[in-house]
């Protein structure tokens, strides 16, 4: 029996030596990530994050949803690159000020922070999309989520495109396929899907990320049937029909400085805030990891905590690919 671990073990390691180049070229490829990447190279890394981590949850309690949500758009937009956090230039429009993101993405000043104390430390060694990665972790942990060890050495990329985000990043209005087909083009899963929608157990969305469903429903005058009456009552007082009202903040779960299972329990009971959030109810395909969430947060912290490791691990440049800016809003 043990003999026939170690030789599969072997083969399998064999195939993977012999395969190397091409995993290298894989767009999922991650196996050159490393939980001790910076344990010589910069061991207070970890210490530093945490502590701006701190102080700034501490000044502002929403920064943790915040920095959750960055990491989130680096990653599913050209891979965890750190391309987010790069300004715009005479050569490319970037990440950060493309539509979904302009007057949204929030924290970047955190990160600049962070990377300050890192390069202090440890200069040009450190990258920003580790750096981003590290905070997101931070962040829910802070909120009171799990913690769960990161595999680091991201590489930050050299461009960024506001097309990309206009491509790849979801929107909340567009159907769960067409959210579920931007996942798995980038080898995460459905259910990757419904763990990490939980993200949303943190932070706020602006009035008009959801306003339809208040007011005029799929052009039918009338709002969300499936929205629960005293939430649509609640919501409506937020975020009145006029267009002035439509950057007030409405919270994303009913504990929304608090990282726990009530993003599901809210959708079980139809109080969802976006429709990209209520529809996984709907389906049939999610429905039931829903309510097992909704019944079992220690279920829900672990799976997140695991979808949040593929998330990391998405598109990443490792080894000599990219480079370790500077700074995080410009390419050295
Ligand atoms: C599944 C597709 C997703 C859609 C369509 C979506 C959409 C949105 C929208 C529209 C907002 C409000 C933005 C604003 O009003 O300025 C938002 C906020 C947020 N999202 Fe998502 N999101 C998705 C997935 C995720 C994932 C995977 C995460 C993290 C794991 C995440 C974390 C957050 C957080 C924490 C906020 C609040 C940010 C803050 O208060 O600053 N979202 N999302
Ligand atoms: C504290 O948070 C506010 C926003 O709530 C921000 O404008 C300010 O720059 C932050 N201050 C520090 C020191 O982080
Ligand atoms: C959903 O995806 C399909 C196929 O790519 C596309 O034709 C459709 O326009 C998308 N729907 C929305 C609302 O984005």
Redesign the pocket.
Known sequence: MTHKIISYTTFSLCLLLSLSPFVHMHPFAYSQLDYNFYDRSCPRLSMIVRYNLW??IR??T??AASLLRMHFHDCIVNGCDGSVLLDDTEDFKGEKNALPNRKSLRGF??ID?IKADAERFCPSTVSCADILTLAAREAVGLAGGPFWPVPLGRRDGTTASEKAVNEQLPSPIEPLENITAKFTSKGLDIKDVVVLSGGHTLGFAQCFTFKRRLFDFDGSGKPDPTLDSSALTNLRSICPKKDSANSNLAPLDSTNLKFDNAYYTNLVSNTGLLESDQALVKDPNTAAMVNSYSANPFLFSNDFAASMVKLGNVGVLTGKDGQIRKKCGSVN
């Open positions: 102080a700034a000044n502002d929403r920064m000043e955190v922070n």
